[in-house]
Structure formats: C-alpha cells, structure tokens
C-alpha cells in the first residue's frame, strides 16, 4: 500500500507503508533517455549561456531534451527565446526566485529517464553525458555526477587553497579520484534519475541561491533525503564526466572567499535542522579531519620550501574552517525554528 505525505518542501514523498523506499524496486534499471536542464538569471553570462548550450550539441551522448530555464528576468526571457535554436525549450521558472525554483521547473518539464543539470556558466566536455549514463546500468545507483574544473579569469589565485575550490562551485582536494559514491553531488554538473523527484520531492526552495546571493546546500539537502528515504540508494562521483566552469573575478577575492565560507556555515546549519546533524555533516567530519589537515601540512611544507603562497593557503585554511564553523553556530539559532525532518 502506497502512502503519500506533503513534506516540508512542497512536493509529495512518497514512501512504501511500514519500509523505506528501495533504490531497485521504486525506479527503472534503464537509463534510455536523458534531459539537460540549465538555469540562467543575469543577461551577464550571456555567451556563457550559448558556450554552454553548444556544448550539448558536441555530446557524444546527445541529450533528447534540452530545457533552458530562465529565473524572473523577463528581458533574458525574451532574448533567449529569440536567441536559441528551436530545438532548446526556453521556460520561465514558475516558482519562488533563486536556484532551486528554477530547477523545479526543469525537472517539471522533463522528459527523459534522467535529468542532468549544467549551470549557465559552465561548459561540458563531449564525454560528460556519456560518462554519466553508463552509471546507470547499475540499478542502485539513482544519481551520478562529474568533476567542475575552474576556469579562472587570468590564473588561479595562489593563496586560494584547492580544498576550498567548492567555493567557487567546482571539484575541490578531497574528492574520490575514481568512480565512487558520494554523499553529494556538485551541483555544476550533476544527474538524477527523473523518478527521484516525483517520489521525495523536488529541490528546498528554502535553500537555494538567490541571484549573487551565495547560498546553497539544496543539493546536499536532496541527496540526504534521498539516502535516508531509498534504502540502498547509490550517488556516484564519476571524475571522467567534466565540465568546465568558469570563474568570475568576483569570486576570486578573499572578501567573496570569506563571505561564501560564511553562507556555507549558514546552509548547513539550515540542512541540520531538517536532516538532524548526523546526516548533514557526516561527509564535513572526515574532510576536516583527513582533508584539511593535510593540506594545513603540505601548506607549511611549500612554505619552508620557498613558495611563500603556501603559508598563504595554510592561513586560507584555518581561516575558511573558522568562518565556515562561525556561520554554522549562527544558523543553527537563526534556523532553531526549522522543525527537524525524520526519515
């Protein structure tokens, strides 16, 4: 007997009475068809929007659906639905403004067995679908996703530590370097199998980024939901599935370095109060402690050896950890209203 919930986001979960949902018995084994969602919000990153459509067209893997959506900018809208080829479906995000309710609408809109997300600035190797979809031959595994590798404005800044390159939304020291699974996906350049959303709910509009505004963890808070909710459930990181994604200036300051550390504390915090901090910060435990650690060492180590960056990147370290941890100890007061969510 099949029970159904409203949960805290909107969306309906669905859940066998009496059991968690299993990953082989709730969804397809088969990955036949594949819809491509990016989610655009400033005339800004207009070139980077075509660098990013085009990409698809060099798929190895060619998508069968390719969903532009556009984030309340009315003038983006109109220009895109000019602009683009005929065969790329230009929406107009139907939700609340930000990430998460541009990405519900694409999902909406979704055809295929499974729906891949590209941001608006980045630019996919002819591999990444392919890469991507080959995963899904397993039939646990309900969602797969690929390396962001930075493409800076001029050179990567020296002090930038490379264990906090998901600062700037790409792959960052710490990841599996082989196919593995992972607690969360990077949201630059990840999949899901399309019946996800329909049986837990779509992305927490909640979380989500808001234009400029850093924000995030919805992909976090999806991933926990889905692992507590499937039993034997699989998110992979298949490092063979590349995307390049550009990085603004802006983001190459220590005061954006600093400011996004401090939204990430916030976010997490936010996915404590719905996970319970077991879930939310299981993977933030071991990347402290093995992760970050290590690079605190190899920073002292090319320090003394010359490279007076590396007592830059160990300082980074320490610092990002500290603002990180201040911004987590704030959310969890600003976000105590927030009921805990059980599995």
Not at 132 to 138: N, R, S, V
Not at 140 to 160: C, D, I, N, Q, T
Request: with cysteine.
């Amino acid at each position: 007997m099949i029970g159904e919930s409203v949960t805290a986001f909107g969306g309906v979960l669905r859940s066998v009475e009496g059991h968690r949902l299993s990953a082989t018995e709730s969804v397809p084994s088969a990955a036949e068809s594949v819809t491509v969602v990016i989610c655009a919000y400033t005339e800004r990153r207009w070139q980077s929007l075509l660098r990013a459509v085009h990409s698809l067209r060099d798929q190895r893997r060619l998508p069968e659906q390719c969903v532009v959506v556009i984030d309340h900018n009315e003038q983006l809208l109109k220009r895109a639905r000019l602009s683009l080829p005929d065969d790329v479906e230009v929406l107009a995000s139907d939700e609340r403004q930000g990430l998460s309710g541009a990405r519900n609408t694409g999902v909406r809109a979704a055809r295929g067995d499974v729906v891949a997300f590209l941001d608006d600035d980045a630019e996919a190797d002819p591999g990444w679908l392919e890469e991507l979809l080959a995963q899904y031959d397993k039939p646990s595994v309900v969602g797969a996703g690929g390396r962001a590798l930075a493409v800076w404005p001029e050179k990567r800044p020296g002090w930038l530590p490379t264990e906090f390159d998901w600062v700037v939304g790409c792959s960052y020291t710490g990841l599996p370097e082989t196919v593995a699974p992972v607690r969360n996906l990077i949201g630059a350049a990840m999949s899901f199998r399309r019946h996800l959303f329909d049986q837990l709910g779509t992305f927490d509009t909640e979380m989500g980024r808001l234009g400029v505004l850093p924000l995030g963890c919805e992909e976090t808070e999806f991933a926990i939901r889905v692992r507590l909710n499937m039993a034997g459930a699989e998110l992979v990181h298949v490092p063979g599935a590349i995307v390049h994604h550009h990085v603004e200036l802006e983001r190459v300051q220590i005061g954006y370095f600093l400011h996004r550390c401090y939204a990430e504390g916030l976010s997490k915090a936010a996915v404590t109060r719905r996970t319970g901090a077991d879930a939310a910060l299981s993977t933030e435990r071991s990347y402290v402690v093995s992760t970050l650690s290590r690079g605190i060492l190899l920073g002292l180590r090319d320090g003394l050896g010359g490279d007076t960056d590396g007592f830059a990147r160990c300082a980074m370290i320490v610092v990002g950890l500290f603002t990180t941890t201040a911004g987590y100890l704030a959310g969890l007061g600003r976000f105590r209203s927030v009921p805990h969510r059980a599995a």
